[in-house]
């Protein structure tokens, strides 16, 4: 049941992008509920990694996943801010798999998360200088040539700044979007913890962004530390980050937005009402009533609910 509300603006890099409409990530525990929820889900977002250069049961799972909704890649393994060169062996398996799958875009996070060839489990934040942003842009146009198709980078959770940083962490990342003119994977959550963990505004800081190029968004939970938040995917989305995807729908057109539950996974039927909230987000932006709300209500919006 894919919507057709939007239709997605045009820019280089990543025009003609099919509006695809509520997305849940591919989950094996959950693989049998997901493929009969086609009245709640358009699309499935998989993790290349998952997949890549294997049989059996994962390719048995991706290929029943494909026969019954369309696919959008979502990797992990780029480390498009690393020194390292990106590895020609991942491109190649994951090419193989994009000849089969054919998502229509594919993405990863604007992060760094190998050196030296030797890979970490984490995604680390980049050094927000000018420098950054040249090396980063480059591989990305590098990357889309290499694959054929666009790519879209995620704003990831940020637990700590580096202490090169010499630029805004919204302006740092519009810059990376437009010189490589491509698109954004926009995560609504780690906008929402970062902004608690770091004091700043969630809206000043969405609203700094060329929300033009969101062509999918994430959204998901987290868990409360004594330390701070944490992404975990792993809890119900709040109400905070409800109010977030609204305002942000209010300002864009993506052709997606996505539930993202990866750990603590529950039963299927208790994502059915984060499914239908992001359905019902979706349709109430096009009423005027919403459109008309201005940045500060909605902020204000934001602190009330996280009060």
């Known amino acids: 049941m894919a919507l057709a509300t939007h239709s997605h603006q045009a820019a280089t890099g990543f025009q003609g992008c ?26 499935l977002e998989f993790t290349p990694e998952n997949y890549m250069g294997r049989g059996g049961k994962a390719l048995r799972l991706l290929q029943r996943a494909k026969a019954s909704y369309p696919l959008i890649s979502h990797g992990v393994s780029l480390s498009l801010g690393s020194l ?30 190998s050196l030296d060839g030797n890979y970490f489990n984490d995604l680390m934040p980049l050094p927000r200088t000018p420098e950054t942003v040249q090396h980063v842009a480059s591989r990305l146009k590098r990357l889309q040539d290499r694959m054929q ?8 959770s940020q637990y700590v700044n580096t202490p090169f940083d010499e630029m805004p962490d919204a302006a740092f990342i519009a810059a990376i979007l437009e010189q490589a003119d491509c698109g954004l994977l926009l995560d609504v959550n780690n906008v929402y913890v970062n902004s608690v963990n770091h004091a700043f505004d969630p809206v000043a800081f969405l609203d700094a962004l060329p929300l033009h190029r969101v062509v999918q968004i994430h959204v998901a939970g987290h868990h409360q530390f004594p330390e701070g938040l944490v992404d975990t995917h792993g809890a119900a989305v709040i109400e905070p980050v409800w109010v977030l995807l609204r305002w942000v729908l209010n300002r864009c ?18 994502l059915k009402p984060e499914l239908q909230m992001i359905r019902q ?20 919006d934001v602190l009330n609910v996280a009060s």
């Open 281 to 300: 987000i979706w349709k109430e932006t096009a009423q005027p009533e919403m459109a008309s709300k201005g940045r500060q209500a909605f902020a204000q």
């Open 253 to 270: 057109n993506p052709c997606g937005v996505m539930l993202e539950r990866d750990t603590y996974l529950p039963a299927f039927a208790d």
């Open 84 to 113: 390292d060169p990106i590895s020609e062996a991942y491109l190649a398996e994951l090419s193989d798999l994009f000849g089969w799958t054919h998502p229509a875009w594919f993405s990863d996070h604007l992060c760094f998360s």
């Open 18 to 43: 099919p509006v695809l409409g509520v997305g849940l990530g591919l989950r094996r525990p959950l693989l049998e509920d997901t493929l009969a929820a086609t009245d709640l889900i358009d699309w």
């Open 149 to 156: 198709r666009p790519v879209l980078i995620e704003n990831i």
